[in-house]
């Protein structure tokens, strides 16, 4: 594998630069408003669908039957499973620590989040009178009734909400760090334009307030960043067990019927392996189109395409496989039924989808063996809307055509698409897409904090940036007399490496005396040891929220369906547990993600839109290139001379600050 993951020039301003850009100054306004036009017009598509199907009901996407799941289903299955394989690329790339995941992940977890909306919709609308959506949930009411927790509805129900809370929940903890940029450049360019009294004023301190807002007080501390790595890699691997869960848990359930078609083992693994294949082609798309409108050339490399399409490669070569698996098996040793599925599915009425299905799940990919490929945009954006069409139809395929024939002859009834089942469909992807535009207008679409630690690791301007500025170091403290009472004394440094040394040097002062941190654009992990944060873990509230949340729903469903509401269906027993283990996990993983969301606030102390630290000058380059020390005095035993006098007997090239100052309260 050849070429570089990020240019030997990248430097960190410049990397926040190029990202914060398009949220702040819109490039390609004219661009974004025709696409913005065209997804509106869908979504306006899609609120007329919805306002004639509130009028007529479910029978206008030609349901019937024997065909009691058509487009509804297997466009929920398709949002569901671009969702899952979304999250599960963002995830997994997470947890591997994958050094390139910053060009690929916001935009794979911003996909999982709105993909996961436009499916949430369906078993909404599908419910007949949607209105009512709210009886699927376990909540007190005035009829002492339960739902039927024994039912696959209620589990689609507790799956979506868990699924939308675990996507929102790593989505937000992974952009909030990038929140912190865009609030400092857009405070910067307010205070610009009032200078200049440009007419635009206004606005930019608008934009200001809310960008601050929305990044919660985040100040960049040392303290943040430890419980940040933490919280983000244990939500990712909650959404990796709650991705297999649901589509496994889904697929099971077909492959335990006995219909023809779906009775095999092989189902839930191809159910997964297309879902993330799917989610890795949309994800593709994406990131090649936001790539040539925006021109981040810089910071998604071919290097990142070449990565791409080898991930193309090998799931296109898994879902080729399962595939050739279920047919040499099926033709082979299964029975009379099951053939006749698979050559309805080649030559039957709905052959064009079957085939569309195989043709673009199995070929596309193949052309990525040549490493000419790898690195073509175009191409890697071909084979993703390739695969994205592909797994479509093969979701219409396994639903449709095997519930076409079932062992009763009076349900051969012919089943045909119908043109309000594409518009909700087409409504839909409108849906999507006017929130995926707003989301590429006002947020960042690469993930900045990534790109920098990349940047760090692998740049050498980036590092000769920072020797410069070290470098230039005068150790001493500026003429900044402070009148107000005092709230401690900040130290400017050009790296990392010399903020540790700097807070190893103070860390014996009691910490009656003063409270240090550590703040910077990146995770610091050199600072832990002397700020004594190294212990600090998430994991044990990710672990009993997940424990009590899971347990607490399995005993609240015992409790009702076994003695508070006996409600006896389909011939199952009273105490019907293993029907309770599906929604139980998921709920675990919801309540494991909110008790880690809430412990990150928590222990970080916020949301806190003010503090004392954004008073040390120059502080809005922690979100840039700068790394600041803070001693906060604590009692009227602080000396602040004293801090000051140990940071500036620092040598140059181990922990000089750049500057020192006193802090006003």
């Known amino acids: 594998m050849s070429g570089a993951l990020i240019r030997p020039d990248a430097t960190l301003p410049g990397i926040g630069g190029a990202v914060a850009e398009i949220p702040l100054t819109h490039?390609?306004?004219?661009?974004?408003?025709?696409?913005?036009?065209g997804a509106a017009s869908l979504l306006g598509l899609f609120a007329l669908t919805l306002g004639y199907l509130l009028y007529a009901g479910p029978g206008i996407w030609a349901n019937n039957n024997a065909v009691v799941w058509a487009l509804d289903i297997a466009s929920y299955d398709w949002w569901i499973g671009v969702a899952?394989?979304?999250?599960?690329?963002?995830?997994?790339?997470?947890?591997?620590?994958?050094e390139w995941r910053g060009a690929v992940n916001r935009v794979a977890e911003t996909l999982a989040l709105l993909a996961t909306a436009a499916a949430g919709l369906y078993p909404i609308i599908h419910l007949g009178r949607p209105w009512f959506f709210f009886w699927n949930l376990p909540y007190p009411n005035t009829y002492n009734l339960w739902p039927q927790f024994r039912s696959p509805l209620l589990w689609d129900a507790i799956d979506i909400v868990s699924f939308l809370v675990i996507c929102v929940s790593l989505w937000f903890i992974g952009l909030l760090p990038d929140l912190a940029?865009?609030?400092?450049?857009?405070?910067?360019?307010a205070l610009r334009q009032f200078d200049v009294k440009a007419p635009t004023r206004k606005l930019a301190r608008l934009r200001a307030q809310v960008y601050g807002i929305l990044a919660s007080g985040w100040r960049g501390s040392a303290a943040h960043w430890q419980i940040w790595v933490q919280a983000y890699r244990t939500v990712a691997l909650l959404g990796v067990l709650l991705v297999v869960s649901v589509q496994t848990g889904a697929s099971v359930m077909l492959a335990g019927s006995l219909m023809p078609g779906w009775h095999s083992t092989l189902l839930p693994v191809s159910f997964l392996v297309n879902a993330v294949y799917s989610g890795v082609g949309v994800t593709a798309v994406i990131v090649m189109l936001i790539r040539r409108v925006y021109g981040l050339d810089a910071l998604v490399?071919?290097?990142h395409?070449?990565?791409?399409?080898?991930?193309?490669?090998?799931?296109?070569?898994a879902s080729a496989y399962c595939y050739a698996a279920e047919y040499f098996d099926t033709f082979l040793n299964g029975d009379a039924e099951g053939r006749g599925v698979l050559v309805r599915r080649m030559t039957g009425d709905h052959a064009l989808v079957s085939w569309t299905a195989i043709l673009c799940l199995v070929l596309p990919a193949q052309i990525l063996w040549s490493a000419r490929a790898r690195t073509a945009p175009l191409a890697i954006a071909t084979v993703g809307l390739l695969v994205a069409i592909g797994a479509y139809a093969d979701h219409v395929m396994v639903l449709v055509v095997t519930l076409t024939q079932d062992f009763l002859p009076s349900s051969r009834l012919p089943y045909t698409t119908d043109i309000w089942g594409i518009a909700t469909f087409a409504g839909s992807i409108g849906?999507?897409?006017?929130l995926l535009l707003l989301f590429l207008r006002y947020l960042p679409a690469v993930s900045i904090?990534?790109?920098?630690?990349?940047?760090l690791t692998v740049s050498p301007a980036a590092q000769e940036a920072a020797r410069m500025a070290a470098s230039r170091a005068t150790g001493r403290p500026e003429e900044n007399p402070v009148t107000a009472p005092l709230w401690g004394v900040s130290a400017t440094f050009a790296s990392q490496g010399d903020l540790a040394a700097a807070l190893q040097a103070v860390s014996g002062i009691s910490p009656d005396q003063v409270?240090?941190?550590?703040?910077?654009?990146?995770?610091?992990?050199?600072?832990?040891?002397?700020?004594?944060?190294?212990?600090?873990?998430?994991l044990p509230y990710a672990l009993a929220g997940a424990l009590l949340g899971g347990f607490g729903f399995f005993a609240l469903c015992v409790y009702a369906t076994a003695y508070d509401y006996v409600f006896l269906i389909g011939g199952r027993p009273r105490l019907s547990w293993p029907s309770f283990v599906v929604p139980s996990v998921s709920f675990a993983m919801m309540a494991g993600c909110v008790a880690i969301h809430l412990a990150l606030l928590v222990l970080n102390r916020l949301p806190r839109l003010n503090h004392p630290a954004f008073n040390i000058p120059g502080f809005l380059r922690a979100s840039e290139d700068r790394f600041f020390l803070s001693a906060e005095a604590r009692g009227d035993r602080f000396d602040a001379a004293r801090i000051e006098r140990r940071l500036a007997s620092l040598p140059a090239e181990a922990g000089r600050p750049l500057e020192i100052r006193r802090i006003p309260r």
């Open 27 to 37: 490039p390609g306004n004219r661009r974004w408003w025709i696409a913005f036009a």
């Open 84 to 98: 899952s394989g979304s999250l599960l690329v963002s995830a997994i790339l997470l947890l591997l620590g994958a």
């Open 181 to 189: 940029t865009l609030r400092d450049r857009a405070h910067s360019e």
């Open 301 to 303: 490399t071919d290097r």
């Open 515 to 538: 409270h240090l941190d550590g703040h910077g654009p990146v995770p610091m992990p050199r600072t832990l040891r002397p700020l004594g944060l190294e212990g600090r873990s998430i």
């Open 431 to 434: 849906l999507f897409l006017t």
């Open 305 to 317: 395409l070449d990565v791409l399409g080898r991930l193309l490669l090998c799931l296109g070569c």
């Open 449 to 455: 904090v990534e790109s920098r630690r990349l940047a």
